[in-house]
């Protein structure tokens, strides 16, 4: 495995949750091919077939709170298997939320080059978020729900960026401008990188 995804570039992508960082990694997509696995994403799948897990699953993520490390990390490992030799990034959306879910990535998958912060405002991530609750169909984009998240990325994930600044591989992006104006900073980000 860790062999086969080797010259492939990972980069994790992190913010709050609504700051605008699926819709980066799809412009990302756009330009440059990389692979996108956002792990929101892989979850909502494995609710949505039903499975006895997905339905566990569902339970702790209608609550915000964060699902196992390892059920996460697993899922992330498996969509990546899949496209190993294949890609030449991979976007990892949504992940690290905590310290250890980044440290048991690096032991079982590999290192990050790159951090991308997705970085806004509390207030403008509850905006975006109760609009894209209007139409997203998911069980969390609720007031009460969006919440729990903000608090939890503060307390958990907020302590991520830091451990990999130390290690100098985060690029801030601001992500209260326009979108493509954003996308020209994580456009600048990933060039930077060859
Ligand atoms: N590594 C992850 C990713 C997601 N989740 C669970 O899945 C939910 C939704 O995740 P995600 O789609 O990444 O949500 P947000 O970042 O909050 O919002 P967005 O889709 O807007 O990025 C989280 O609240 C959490 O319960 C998790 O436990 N661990
Ligand atoms: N005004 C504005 N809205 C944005 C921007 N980026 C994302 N959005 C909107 O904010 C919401 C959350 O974006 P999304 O990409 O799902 O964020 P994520 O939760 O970080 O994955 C969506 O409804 C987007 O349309 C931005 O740069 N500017
Ligand atoms: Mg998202």
């Known amino acids: ?11 994790f992508v ?13 412009k990302v997509v756009a330009k440059y091919g990389y692979t ?23 339970a702790i993520m209608q609550k915000g709170e964060l699902v196992p490390l390892d059920t996460v990390l697993d899922m992330i490992k498996d969509a990546m298997i899949a496209k190993a030799g294949v890609s030449k990034g991979f976007l ?13 990535f690096e032991k079982k998958i590999g290192a990050p080059c790159l951090l991308l912060y997705i970085d806004a405002k509390g207030e403008t991530m509850v905006k975006r978020l109760m609009k894209r609750g209007e139409t997203s169909g998911r069980a969390d984009d ?10 939890l990325y503060y307390k958990a994930t907020e302590p991520v960026i830091t451990f990999y600044t130390s290690r100098g591989i985060v690029r801030k992006i601001d992500s209260e ?10 456009a600048k980000a990933i060039d930077d990188l060859k």
């Open 36 to 58: 996108h696995l956002s792990s929101g994403d892989l979850l909502r799948a494995e609710v949505a077939s039903g499975s006895e897990r997905g339905k566990t699953l569902q």
């Open 1 to 11: 495995m860790a062999d086969k995804i080797k010259d492939a570039k990972i980069i």
């Open 177 to 186: 401008l326009p979108v493509d104006e954003v996308f020209g900073h994580v």
């Open 14 to 26: 992190v913010g709050g949750p609504g700051s605008g960082k699926g819709t980066q990694c799809e």
């Open 142 to 151: 609720n007031e009460e729900t969006i919440k729990k998240r903000l608090d």
């Open 92 to 104: 990892i959306d949504g992940y690290p939320r905590e310290v250890k879910q980044g440290e048991e």
